[in-house]
């Protein structure tokens, strides 16, 4: 079942869409956080994971494809700890089983999330910034992107990235998430986000880590569809066991 759902963060209307798996549950659940603009979604994990039994929460931060409010990167990690929350209050939801998933800088915001919060049982990052000290994108992609951020200019973006460099890194926390499970995927030939950025994140990490990178794999896995989500549902199974 697919369900359009809503839910606030810090009085914002957030929009989402809740793929509930079948039968009464509860049942292990995936909350995915998506890119910089969420053009993409991996609504195609999201169907297979329903159908191996899984409830998966997508959203949209605020001030992006709907959700209200303005769009800021000061604001992820509050988004992704109330999409948790919503996840987390519904009856279909197993609360010992749910993981957080982070996609590009979703997965920035992720690692930040998850190493503050119990809740998260476990966290895999795909294709993710680990460091924006050492990630520069260029201005096409910043012009790309503000066109689905409300608020933003590409200016406004450029000086939020450097304010947020100037914090704590996911590569300075992630060992705080051991010994929770953690995989870390990346594919080898992304051009927005260099694979480096996965295995700095895996150097820093504590135990109960797993790397998995996908040879030949562009940001979005193109033509890596399959491998990338078999891969992630046969670690999912793994910890699920566990």
């Given at each position: 079942?697919?369900?359009?759902?809503?839910?606030?963060?810090?009085?914002?209307?957030?929009?989402?869409?809740?793929?509930?798996?079948?039968?009464?549950?509860?049942?292990?659940?995936?909350?995915?956080?998506?890119?910089?603009?969420?053009?993409?979604?991996?609504?195609?994990?999201?169907?297979?994971?329903?159908?191996?039994?899984?409830?998966?929460l997508?959203?949209?931060?605020?001030?992006?494809?709907?959700?209200?409010?303005?769009?800021?990167?000061?604001?992820?990690?509050?988004?992704?700890?109330?999409?948790?929350?919503?996840?987390?209050?519904?009856?279909?939801?197993?609360?010992?089983?749910?993981?957080?998933?982070?996609?590009?800088?979703?997965?920035?915001?992720?690692?930040?999330?998850?190493?503050?919060?119990?809740?998260?049982?476990?966290?895999?990052?795909?294709?993710?910034?680990?460091?924006?000290?050492?990630?520069?994108?260029?201005?096409?992609?910043?012009?790309?992107?503000?066109?689905?951020?409300?608020?933003?200019?590409?200016?406004?973006?450029?000086?939020?990235?450097?304010?947020?460099?100037?914090?704590?890194?996911?590569?300075?926390?992630?060992?705080?998430?051991?010994?929770?499970?953690?995989?870390?995927?990346?594919?080898?030939?992304?051009p927005?986000?260099?694979?480096r950025?996965?295995?700095?994140?895996?150097?820093?990490?504590?135990?109960?880590?797993?790397?998995?990178?996908?040879?030949?794999?562009?940001?979005?896995?193109?033509?890596r569809?399959?491998v990338?989500?078999?891969?992630?549902?046969?670690?999912?199974?793994?910890?699920?066991r566990?």
């Amino acid at each position: 079942m697919l369900i359009g759902v809503t839910f606030e963060s810090d009085g914002y209307r957030l929009l989402g869409r809740f793929y509930q798996a079948d039968g009464p549950g509860p049942h292990p659940t995936l909350v995915m956080a998506h890119g910089i603009a969420g053009v993409e979604l991996n609504l195609d994990l999201a169907d297979a994971l329903r159908d191996a039994g899984w409830n998966v929460l997508s959203f949209h931060y605020r001030g992006c494809w709907g959700s209200e409010g303005p769009y800021r990167m000061a604001t992820l990690v509050e988004d992704v700890r109330a999409a948790i929350g919503w996840a987390l209050a519904q009856p279909t939801v197993d609360p010992h089983r749910l993981v957080l998933l982070g996609y590009s800088m979703g997965g920035w915001a992720a690692v930040l999330t998850a190493v503050q919060d119990p809740r998260v049982y476990a966290l895999i990052t795909l294709s993710t910034v680990s460091d924006l000290r050492t990630w520069a994108p260029g201005d096409g992609m910043l012009v790309d992107w503000v066109r689905f951020m409300n608020g933003m200019t590409v200016e406004i973006l450029r000086e939020e990235l450097r304010a947020q460099a100037e914090r704590p890194q996911p590569v300075d926390v992630v060992d705080q998430l051991s010994p929770r499970p953690l995989l870390i995927m990346h594919g080898t030939a992304d051009p927005v986000v260099h694979h480096r950025q996965s295995l700095m994140l895996h150097h820093r990490a504590g135990l109960n880590t797993d790397l998995a990178l996908i040879d030949g794999g562009d940001h979005r896995y193109t033509g890596r569809r399959r491998v990338m989500i078999q891969r992630i549902q046969r670690w999912l199974e793994t910890i699920r066991r566990s």
